[in-house]
């Protein structure tokens, strides 16, 4: 035991696993993770099992999203105990397995770790997400990461909206982590992207090989932007969008969004503003995956979190 009150004892993280291809036709996650199955050199790491993994190996075939729904949405309970039976939809089935093999999600017996590797067509940088705000291993790994890759910055999104939160592949592990980088259009593969994601992933890696050697990591505070709200496009009583995101918007994905700022612009040349009444930090920027959500941009809001001191506990 430390003699220190304010050191948080956490179980050691051994367990990793890499997920590239979640979504068929975002290439750096799907080609890194080929790659490191070839030779995994790169990410072994002392005292850490780490299995990368494709997890929507039939999308990532057709170069497409999904086949039959979205893989990333599809972590439900209900889609988890469903029945095995004929006829389910692919990536239903897909789930299921991942559940087994690297779950069962909210159990003991999970991984520790899921780094679940994505691509956006939007201008977002590199982004990190977080499921919860209270994971003090996730929020010091993400201090580690964002410190370790200054002067360039590393946003990190907390998805823990009540009613906006999903059931991503990655929730199957007890410590969820998402890697966005963009921006990198579907079925494309651009080297700058790439090699930023490889570095986040390196970084990470070397942060939970500290950790399960013993190091302690201190206090810390993350910068974080907070999902708040989605934002569809406008759109006609048929349903069709009738504007675009406005050229003042496009690729301004983390700068501020005030009251009458320009928001969209219509196939006629009407420019319509932002009438919220707080500033907020619009991302995820006309992502081309989203059109099929009726998602044109998410805003969030900016907070910081604090985190305990952590180390592993010994047994
Ligand atoms: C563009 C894209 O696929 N983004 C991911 C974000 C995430 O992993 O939470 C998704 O919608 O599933
Ligand atoms: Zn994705």
Redesign the pocket.
């Known amino acids: 035991m430390s003699s220190r009150t304010n050191v948080s004892c956490l179980h050691e993280a051994k367990r990793v696993a890499i997920f590239g291809g979640?979504?068929g036709n975002?290439m750096s996650g799907i080609t890194l993770v080929n790659m490191w199955k070839q030779n995994s050199a790169e990410i072994e790491r002392n005292g850490l099992l780490i299995k990368p993994f494709i997890s929507n190996p039939k999308a990532v075939e057709k170069c497409t999203?999904y086949i039959d729904t979205?893989l990333?949405?599809a972590f439900t309970p209900e889609n988890l105990s469903a029945p095995d039976v004929e006829g389910l939809l692919y990536e239903v089935q897909r789930a299921k397995e991942i559940n087994r093999m690297f779950g069962h999600k909210g159990s003991s017996d999970a991984y520790d770790v899921i780094f679940?590797l994505?691509?956006?067509?939007?201008n977002m940088g590199s982004t990190l997400?977080l499921e919860s705000s209270t994971d003090l291993f996730n929020l010091q790994m993400v201090h580690y990461i964002k410190k370790a890759m200054a002067p360039h910055t590393c946003s990190v999104?907390l998805?823990e909206h009540p009613q906006l939160k999903?059931s991503?592949?990655?929730s199957v592990a007890k410590h969820p982590i998402?890697l966005?980088v963009?921006p990198q259009p579907q079925g494309v593969l651009r080297s700058n992207v790439f090699e930023s994601m490889r570095t986040i992933l390196k970084h990470a890696l070397d942060f939970n090989e500290f950790f399960n050697s013993g190091v302690e990591f201190p206090p810390c505070t993350v910068d974080v932007f907070r999902v708040q709200e989605r934002m569809d496009y406008p759109r006609d009583t048929n349903g069709n969008i009738t504007a675009m995101v406005h050229p003042h918007l496009q690729d301004c994905d983390w700068e501020p969004l005030n009251r009458g700022d320009p928001m969209f612009l219509t196939f006629d040349g009407r420019t319509i503003l932002y009438e919220g009444a707080n500033t907020v930090y619009p991302t995820?920027i006309n992502?081309?995956?989203?059109y099929e959500?009726q998602q044109a941009f998410t805003t969030t809001c900016r907070e910081i979190l604090a985190a305990n001191a952590i180390r592993k506990a010994f047994k």
């Open positions: 979640t979504h975002e999203r979205d990333n949405r679940d994505h691509n956006t067509t939007s997400i999104l998805n999903y991503t592949t990655r998402g966005e963009g995820f992502e081309a995956a989203y959500k």
